[in-house]
T-cell receptor
Framework: QVHLVQSGGGVVQTGGSLRLSCAAS????????MHWVRQAPGKGLEWVAF??????????SESLKGRLTISRDNSKDTLYLQMDSLRPDDTATYFC??????FGSGNFYFDSWGQGTLVTVFS | QSVLTQPPSVSGALGQRVTISCTGN?????????VFWYQQLPGTAPKLLID???NRPSGVPARFSASKSGASASLAINGLQGEDEADYYC??????????FGGGTKVTVL
């Protein structure tokens, strides 16, 4: 059974940085692409970033490019999201999600989700 | 503004059938890309409800079904139950932005 357990997050001042983690188990992590998706309070889902199974390819939402870095450590079965230059409108619950595709460059659909971690940015 | 358009809310009585529409365009659903549906119960993470082949993961009741036609898709709940109160999101691949979500539909059981 797939488990994605998130950590990190919290409260940070505008301009600050945070790193989110997502520890995976129950599947062969190194063979699947992974994503981050966020949800502002009371709002809908917004895709943030994707990383290929081997970490060699990353894609970002155009609106967030340059301030976020997705990475992974396949030796630790862990996904990361480094968030820099944070702004109040980055306040959201961030979810990691597993791509449905096996190897490849991502199908961009999600079959498992982490529990979410709240990031609050104050000015 | 979401790329895919869903009604903000739908409601129905216990046992009733409700449907949720999801309208896209030629960059996503209309281009033939699959539509996935996710259910988000209050205070929890989204969960895959129906995949692009209209298959339900293990544990999802058979009262949930999905269809697609042209640039639109729909989710149907037959025999609405109290535990179906949740937000529902459609999602498709999009050739411009890669991932397109609908704005979400809140289902209320009367």
């Amino acid at each position: 059974q797939v488990h994605l357990v998130q950590s990190g997050g919290g409260v940070v001042q505008t301009g600050g940085s945070l790193r989110l983690s997502c520890a995976a188990s129950g599947f062969n992590f190194r063979t699947y692409g992974m994503h981050w998706v966020r949800q502002a309070p009371g709002k809908g889902l917004e895709w943030v970033a994707f990383i290929r199974y081997d970490g060699a390819v990353q894609f970002y939402s155009e609106s967030l490019k340059g301030r976020l870095t997705i990475s992974r450590d396949n030796s630790k079965d862990t996904l990361y999201l480094q968030m820099d230059s944070l702004r109040p409108d980055d306040t959201a619950t961030y979810f990691c999600a597993k791509d449905i595709g096996y190897f490849g460059s991502g199908n961009f659909y999600f079959d498992s989700w982490g529990q979410g971690t709240l990031v609050t940015v104050f000015s | 503004q979401s790329v895919l358009t869903q009604p903000p809310s739908v409601s129905g009585a216990l046992g009733q059938r409700v449907t949720i529409s999801c309208t896209g365009n030629s960059s996503n659903i209309g281009a033939g890309y699959d539509v996935f549906w996710y259910q988000q119960l209050p205070g929890t993470a989204p969960k895959l409800l129906i995949d692009g082949n209209a298959n339900r993961p293990s544990g999802v009741p058979a009262r949930f079904s999905a269809s697609k036609s042209g640039a639109s898709a729909s989710l149907a709940i037959n025999g609405l139950q109290g535990e179906d109160e949740a937000d529902y999101y459609c999602q498709s691949y999009d050739s411009s932005v890669r991932v397109a979500f609908g704005g979400g539909t809140k289902v209320t059981v009367l």
